[in-house]
């Protein structure tokens, strides 16, 4: 088999369509196919004339349009020597990959360049897997390290410190992707979040962070970096530079004294409404079961349980005053199951004397308020306490440690109920490791930090409890 490229007719512009023919008497082939390449018949006839072809050198249609025609032919050649018999599908294949090779080219580029811009446009970054993160903290599809959904304070604090990064990212006209979390995204964005924004008109639009609320938008993207790459995401760890850290100092959170705690439950609170008494009431369980808002704003009565406890005593027998008889002595102990929304941590609170009168008040069912709601009928209540001397406290704004003093009523909050019961119970002598198991800290050292109290308190502590310093 021979393939040999022939003219068709010509035109009457004077071109002729370049055909292939293709003989094969042992296999009975005979093809005769146009390539849809077009040249002058006088040029095609001197094609073998070098000096006549000189003057089309710069005529690129000419020159490609004989080299394609060379190439169909050795093609078609090729197969033939390798012992490849082709048909009129395989021919018309073979001139349409070599005659519109470009175009096929530039189609392929063509789709490539769209596949990848395609590819670009659904690819997972880092603001849409914040999005994601957060849709799926809040909706229980995504469960903390124990298995259980996160709280809904937690969802809270996780969407406000993931909105400043938001908030960052449209201040600074930049759409931050997972690759620009590096040391020079850290500075600028700790920078922007100590610092105050105004208007135009000197409205504040965003206050000054401290360093604790620096520190947790810090973690909480530090969790959304952990979280991506071990999802396959992005492959960068500049984020685990030991510097880029989200720091966290221990502020001066107040406690109140057992004083302070006579005067709330003593206060008139008869110009209020009944949500304050009800704060008060709910702030007041907070102190005695040592539990944050979440846990202690809830209870409820299949949440109570009460244990009979029996023992024999030997007492002095009436009939008999020189010896005495046995008795079954019973004890009700009345305790508190909770489980914390924040850790999922099971812990069990005897129930005092103080906190179950107010359990009895509400029947066992607590009314529940808003936590901002409780927040602020505290500064009222306290004040109405008498809670008004000046407390002397260090405020970190901008980075910067400024003391203040500042009313005691205008310190007291939800947590400070947490706080006063775990201190309370250390001043009374209780082992850090009993206090643990009721306010569901993980160590001593944790507790330690919720810890408030005076260094006369300590002392006074100490010396009651050992005869050393006696």
């Not at 057992?258 to 110009?271: G, H, P, R, T």
């Not at 006369?456 to 006696?470: A, G, H, S």
Request: glycine residues 4%; positive net charge.
């Amino acid at each position: 088999m021979a393939a040999t490229m022939i003219l068709g007719a010509i035109n009457k512009n004077g071109l002729a369509q370049i055909k292939v023919r293709i003989q094969d008497r042992k296999s009975k082939t005979h093809i005769r196919m146009g390539t849809g390449l077009y040249i002058n018949h006088t040029i095609w006839e001197r094609r073998n004339d070098e000096k006549y072809l000189d003057r089309f050198v710069k005529n690129k249609d000419v020159i490609n349009t004989l080299e394609a025609a060379s190439e169909i032919r050795r093609a078609i050649d090729a197969a033939y020597n390798a012992g490849h018999l082709l048909n009129n599908d395989e021919v018309r294949e073979v001139i349409h990959n070599i005659v519109y090779r470009e175009e096929i080219a530039a189609a392929e580029a063509a789709e490539e360049e769209k596949a990848r811009q395609e590819a670009w446009e659904n690819r997972m970054t880092l603001m849409k897997f914040i999005d994601k993160y957060i849709e799926e903290v809040s909706n229980g599809g995504r469960q903390t390290v124990n298995g259980t959904n996160y709280s809904p304070n937690t969802v809270k604090s996780i969407k406000q410190a993931l909105t400043q990064f938001r908030n960052f990212c449209k201040w600074s006209k930049k759409e931050y992707d997972f690759d620009d979390i590096d040391m020079q995204f850290y500075y600028d964005f700790t920078a922007y979040l100590k610092k105050e924004l105004k208007d135009r008109k000197g409205n504040v639009i965003k206050k000054a962070y401290n360093v604790n609320s620096v520190g947790k938008c810090i973690k909480e993207l530090k969790v959304v970096m952990y979280t991506a790459e071990s999802e396959g995401h992005h492959k960068n760890d500049v984020w685990k530079d030991k510097r880029f850290k989200g720091t966290r100092i221990d502020v001066d959170s107040i406690y109140l004294t057992k004083d302070d705690l006579a005067a709330i439950q003593a206060a008139d609170l008869s110009k209020y409404d009944k949500g304050h008494e009800w704060a008060r009431d709910i702030f007041m369980v907070g102190v005695w079961t040592a539990q944050r808002v979440s846990d202690y704003n809830n209870i409820s009565k299949d949440q109570i349980e009460t244990h009979t406890k029996r023992w024999i005593e030997d007492v002095p027998d009436p009939e008999h005053p020189s010896q005495t008889k046995p008795e079954i002595r019973t004890r009700e102990i009345m305790f508190i199951n909770i489980r914390q929304q924040k850790t999922g941590a099971k812990v069990s609170i005897p129930v005092s004397s103080e906190l179950r009168t107010i359990l009895e008040k509400y029947d066992f069912q607590l009314p529940h308020l808003e936590d901002q709601v409780i927040n602020r009928y505290l500064k009222d209540i306290c004040k109405c306490a008498g809670l008004t001397e000046d407390v002397e406290i260090v405020e970190t704004t901008g980075g910067n440690p400024v003391r203040v003093r500042k009313p005691k009523y205008e310190l007291v909050h939800t947590h400070t109920a947490r706080r006063t019961g775990a201190t309370l119970m250390y001043l009374s002598g209780m082992d850090v490791y009993d206090i643990i198991k009721i306010t569901g800290h993980t160590s001593p050292v944790m507790l330690r930090k919720y810890i408030k109290a005076d260094k006369l308190e300590v002392i006074e502590k100490i010396t009651e409890r050992y005869n050393y310093f006696d």
